[in-house]
């Protein structure tokens, strides 16, 4: 009898850097809605001990702003997960957020299809190839449903910050 060599995929290899998704609330009413996962949140994206987030702002400079990790202005902190792993070091994260830039102007922003959310989806997915959970972003998926019969002005949440310059 012969014995058959399977080749089996090697894992990717992690990394070493942890990649934390900071969930906030938006409104008090999540306090009930999360349980029944829904609710609208705001999101940032936290390694080497710096929070990346996306806002609107009305103009064609980034959007792509830093604050200190779980404490946004303007929203209320609600829960820190773990997303996975970088081996980028802080110097290639900043130049990353810097080229990302190009791609997230403030005035870009769009409460159903480039919100915060979608910016910390894409760099989660780019740093440890691992997408957010679902249900940050579920209002929005839902809103891109029926975008037609909200308000204009629901477009646009401004987050007064120090945006990066790139």
């Not at 102007?105 to 691992?130: A, P």
């Not at 929005?140 to 308000?151: D, M, Q, T």
Request: hydrophobic share 35%; glycine share 10%; proline share 5%.
């Amino acid at each position: 009898m012969l014995c058959r060599m399977v080749m089996v995929p090697r894992k990717k290899k992690n990394g070493t850097v942890p990649v934390y998704l900071n969930v906030y609330d938006l409104t008090p009413i999540n306090g009930y809605a999360y349980w029944v996962g829904l609710g609208v949140y705001h999101s940032g994206v936290q390694v080497h001990g710096v929070e990346y987030a996306f806002g609107a702002h009305d103009h064609a400079g980034t959007g792509i702003f830093e604050v200190e990790p779980k404490h946004c202005p303007g929203f209320t902190f609600r829960k820190s997960i773990l997303i996975g792993r970088t081996d980028r070091g802080p110097k290639e994260v900043s130049a990353f957020m810097e080229k990302l830039a190009e791609d997230y102007s403030g005035n870009t922003y769009h409460l159903i299809s480039k919100n915060c959310n979608h910016f910390c989806n894409d760099v989660c997915l780019r740093l440890t190839g691992k997408a957010i959970p679902r249900w940050v972003n579920r209002l929005a998926r839902l809103g891109f449903l029926c975008n037609c019969v909200l308000p204009a002005g629901l477009n646009e949440t401004k987050v007064q910050a120090s945006y990066i310059t790139g």
